[in-house]
């Protein structure tokens, strides 16, 4: 009789230890933070912010995981002189990426991690005094570095986008919690 409820007990207690275990392969997150535009983009836009959801996979005791983020950017115009006309033109940028992540395995709950994808980018530009819009979809990559601590992470991204003419960067400086 006894072995049976030391054997109730020990499956119980297995049980509840593999639940939170369970738990760890996928976390919803949010971002937010700064948008840097490098390249022909900064001519054109100033500093801007973002923020966005993601949704992780990462098995416990492995180095890689899976990330899939969605975000919008928004960056203010600078003005431009055209034909002796002043026009500014503010883009709103969104992206849709898939990525794969490598942690570093330390057993500090501080820890760097490898980030880098592609995705769906899209743009639509906004020109002051000019009614309408400009939209474009484009195919792009990325890659960056970061930091998790416990459930939070900063990173900072370089996205390239393929666009008509030059590529479009950005940098994107985002802090997030994942739940």
Do not use: C
């Amino acid at each position: 009789m006894n072995y049976v409820r030391l054997g109730t007990i020990a499956l119980a207690a297995l049980a509840m230890g593999a639940a939170p275990a369970k738990a760890q392969f996928i976390h919803f997150g949010v971002t937010g933070g700064i948008s840097v535009p490098t390249g022909d983009q900064a001519d054109a836009s100033n500093k801007g912010y973002n923020g966005g959801l993601l949704l992780a996979f990462k098995a416990p005791m492995t180095p890689f995981g899976l990330r899939a983020d969605a975000s919008l950017h928004h960056f203010g115009g600078k003005t431009q002189n055209i034909g002796g006309t002043n026009f500014t033109a503010s883009t709103n940028l969104w992206m849709a990426t898939a990525n794969a992540t490598f942690g570093l395995p330390l057993p500090s709950p501080v820890k760097p991690y490898a980030i880098a994808g592609m995705g769906m980018y899209g743009s639509i530009v906004t020109i002051n005094g000019v009614p309408g819009s400009s939209s474009d979809t484009n195919f792009g990559m990325n890659v960056g570095l970061g930091v998790s601590f416990s459930r939070l992470f900063v990173e900072g991204r370089w996205h390239r986008i393929n666009t008509e003419g030059s590529a479009t960067t950005i940098l994107p400086l985002t802090v997030g919690i994942m739940f």
